[in-house]
């Protein structure tokens, strides 16, 4: 449980979300493309899911974006990758005393390291069970991040978790003929979940703001998470 001392708030949570409001102002001006109405397109996409199995003849005619449980789990390394770079490069731009300044206790730069130590883990995790599947792990990209002061790199760094979370969420289906591997994702779609609560508390909104958590399609997560990879994400494709 975080401990309100953490968070200084509510006896500073006015100045913070001062400070905030200008970084929202202007950083989802720019990250738009994130948040086109959220809520919105959480009840647009909260539709029937019919579990599918990758190959064979269903996952043929159902299933247009992964040839095997491979290209799903490359896809979650992909956003991993673009997930753990984010929140290393922000820890590495700004000081504990940087969030201190707007208002924040400088533990909760420790509670960020520890999401990056996830995060690390999560792309290790990934990257050696494709391996063990005797798949290549795709690697990190060229990223570039629309953030200049700490306001924008934790709205940015929840609207990426966002998204990733909501990714882990659609994908689960294509997943659905491995318990294992299922089981496996979903083990990591819960810190998902976790983590973007606390990104949530530390931009003044609501952790837990949805009953259900309704899911991204692959060309969706591709559309919102491309824009911070230099050429793109390739858009996923069964057989490619």
Request: glycine share 10%.
């Amino acid at each position: 449980m975080i401990e309100s001392q953490h968070l200084t708030f509510p006896d500073r949570i006015g100045n913070r979300r001062g400070v905030l409001r200008g970084a929202l102002t202007g950083t989802l001006a720019g990250l738009a493309i994130l948040a086109p109405t959220r809520s919105g397109k959480r009840a647009a996409l909260a539709q029937e899911a019919t579990p599918v199995a990758v190959g064979g003849a269903q996952g043929d005619a159902a299933n247009p974006y992964f040839g095997d449980e491979i290209d799903v789990l490359n896809f979650a390394l992909t956003l991993e990758h673009l997930d753990s770079t984010l929140y290393r490069e922000g820890l590495e731009q700004f000081a504990a005393q940087d969030f201190v300044d707007v208002g924040y206790d400088a533990s909760v730069r420790d509670y960020l390291e520890q999401i990056v130590a996830n995060e690390e883990t999560q792309v290790a995790f990934l990257t050696e069970t494709i391996s063990s599947l005797g798949g290549e792990p795709i690697g990190p990209a060229e990223y570039q991040f629309p953030y200049a002061t700490l306001g924008e790199w934790l709205v940015l760094s929840q609207q990426v978790e966002d998204v990733g979370l909501d990714a882990y969420t659609g994908a689960a289906r294509y997943l659905i003929g491995n318990d294992d591997l299922l089981t496996a994702a979903l083990t990591i779609h819960a810190v998902e979940a976790r983590q973007l609560s606390y990104w949530r508390l530390l931009n003044g909104v609501v952790p837990f703001p949805d009953a259900v958590e309704a899911p991204l399609t692959p060309p969706e997560v591709v559309a919102l998470a491309s824009p911070f990879v230099v050429g793109g994400i390739p858009e996923p494709t069964a057989g490619a």
